[in-house]
Structures are given as structure tokens and as C-alpha cells.
């Protein structure tokens, strides 16, 4: 049997220099297949720019380390929806914005009608939300506050993850329908409060269907990824200003992940070092530096692992109940549609630890 330096020469096995080029190369292709996509992307609109870049997202997290997610930009824009009783009365929230979408209630029917028109858009909304974002089942967000795509591939395990949103649409009522009236008796009385007192936004999920499906809005959101509802439907009311989110945070990776990731790159980097001879690195030097190396290893993988149950714990914390499928439970991670009060932004940014997309 060959020696090891003889095997190399043939092909049969790999040295860690290699090794380190490979990876090093298929890094650089990698990349440049992202390049080349967003270049291809600037040239699409809308719902399909947003898709082709969260397949994309997605697909880069499923085989290589999240940081690199974040070199292919989110191209979603939040929609704006204006409830109004007229086209002629503008949301002020939306006031100089472009394409506004607007839904006319018709005071002239009764509040209870209304009250299920403006419980639908919100529903469908989060239903349109929760089905563009790829029901949960798709790694979008990288989560990570990784400045450079090569730290963050080179240090992802010491990285601390929070979780990443999207705000899909925001759903406002024109001040013409909060001060709209309708007469009883000749007396004029306010219309929308009467509609506010009706609205049942988790009755409307539990009792309707999304088009074209046999579950109920409740049983498409909950199956197989929730066990409880998402946040917003226990809330009947619909604020002026109400946002759709899309909350996400994947933990995925524990402390022996870490350990185990941390171990393979330092031995990796290592052994790709040349090693000195011993005019260049002699005696007491040589062994300084061994244990320095040695200190430098340990600390990374202790470091990591640490990160990582934080991360963890942080997942667990901001999941709540919210288990999701993945083995490991919340602590693993959710993603989840949420309707929050768009006015009060300290929930928001408390649900969320990066905002992407367009608003």
C-alpha cells in the first residue's frame, strides 16, 4: 500500500488544500449564478418578480448556508388596500402612493353586510399572504445580522438569528367611511361604529373557504403547521390601519450542529496552512502557536454551541405556542401570518427583527 503523499499524486484522496479550493470554487459559482438571476430579475413586475425571488431564496438555503440567502434581495412590495365607501375618498395612510387597490363598502346595505365585506378582505388577505410566502414550508428569510455573505459563511454558526418579516399588505378605512352616516327617523346616526360591533374576524375564518378549496381559512392556516390560530384571528376587530405580516425564524441548526460545523472549517483552514520549516518557525514559537490554535479551536466551538441554544431559546420565545412540524418543535422555528395594528410600530418591531420587501 502507497503512502499518503502517493495517494494524493494518483487522485485517489484529497488533500484539505484541495479540499478548501473546491469549496472555495463552487462558493464562486454560486454566487454567480445569484448575480446572474438578479440581473434577469430587474426586468420582471410584480407577484412574479416577488416569486421568482423567494424560489430562489429558498432554494440557496436548501443547500448552502443561510447568509447567502441574503445576496438575492426580497422583490416583494407590500400591497395597499383602501376600504372606502367612494372611490372619491382617498385613505389618507396611502395619500401620494401608487397603485392602491380599493374595496367600495356600500353604506346604503346594512352594517352586518359590511361587516362581513371588510372581515373578507381581511381573511383573504392573510390567506393571500400566508399562500404567496409558500405556507410555511419554504426557508425564505436568512435571519441573520451577518453584514457580509463571507462572514456569514464563514462564522453562520456564531451569528445570532432573529426573526425576519415580510409586510404583505396594508389594510386601511378612509376617512369617509369613518365618518360615514346612514338616517333612521330622521336622525342621523354613525354608520361604521355600528360595523365595528358586528365584525367577527376568527367567526369569518372558522365558517368560510378560500375559493376553490375544501377546508376553511382556520383548517388551510392551521394544518400540519399550527396547532393553534395565527396571530390576529382571536382579535375580532379591524383596526384603521391594519397590517398583514409574515413572520418567519428558522433555528434549525443545535450546539453540537455548531460544534460539528465549527470543528470541520478549523480543521479545514488548519490544515490548508503550509506548514513552516523549522528555520522559519523553531522550538518554543512552534509550540506557542500549536497551543494558541488549540485555544482558538476550542473557543470557536464553545462559542457556537453557546449561540446556538440562545438562538434556539429565542425561536422558543417568539414561536410561543406556534409549534410548527419540524422536528425539534418550536425551538426549530414557525413561520406565521399575522394581522397586527400597523399604527402601533413598537409591536411590530417587536415581532420583527428585519423588515425586508419594499413597503
Known sequence: MGSLKEMNRKGDMLTPAQLVIIILSVLGLVIAIIVIVNLNMTDE????????????????????????????????TTKKICITDSVKHECSQFK???????????????????????????????????????????????????????????????????????????????????????????????????????????????????????QTYVQVFTNDELRVYPSGLKDKKVWDNTGIVFMQIITKMGALDAIKMAGIKDVAALAAVPKPGAK???????????????????????????????????????????TGNREGGMRQGCSVAMRVNYDKVDEINKACGIIEGNP
Open 96 to 214: 401620494g402612493e401608487k397603485d392602491v387597490k380599493y374595496e367600495i363598502v356600500d353604506i346604503k346595505k346594512s352594517s352586518a353586510e359590511a361587516a362581513r365585506t371588510i372581515e373578507q378582505i381581511n381573511v383573504e388577505s392573510m390567506y393571500n399572504c400566508w399562500k404567496l410566502m409558500g405556507q410555511g414550508k419554504m426557508d425564505i428569510f436568512p435571519g441573520t445580522g451577518s453584514d457580509s455573505i463571507f462572514t456569514g459563511f464563514l462564522f453562520q454558526e456564531i451569528v445570532s438569528i432573529t426573526p425576519s418579516c415580510f409586510i404583505c399588505d396594508r389594510i386601511s378605512i378612509s376617512d369617509g367611511l369613518l365618518k360615514s352616516e346612514y338616517v333612521v327617523n330622521k336622525v342621523k346616526t354613525p354608520y361604521y361604529p355600528e360595523v365595528v360591533k358586528l365584525m367577527d374576524v376568527e367567526k369569518y375564518a372558522e365558517t368560510h373557504y378560500p375559493e376553490g378549496s375544501k
Open 280 to 322: 522559519v518557525l523553531p522550538g518554543v514559537v512552534a509550540k506557542v502557536a500549536a497551543y494558541i490554535a488549540i485555544v482558538a479551536v476550542l473557543t470557536h466551538a464553545t462559542v457556537s454551541a453557546v449561540v446556538q441554544v440562545d438562538n434556539q431559546r429565542t425561536s422558543a420565545v417568539v414561536c410561543g405556542d406556534l
Open 45 to 76: 413586475a410584480g407577484e412574479k418578480a416577488c416569486t421568482l425571488s423567494l424560489l430562489t431564496r429558498a432554494g440557496i438555503g436548501s443547500i448552502l448556508p443561510s447568509p447567502l440567502q441574503s445576496a438575492t434581495p426580497l422583490r416583494c
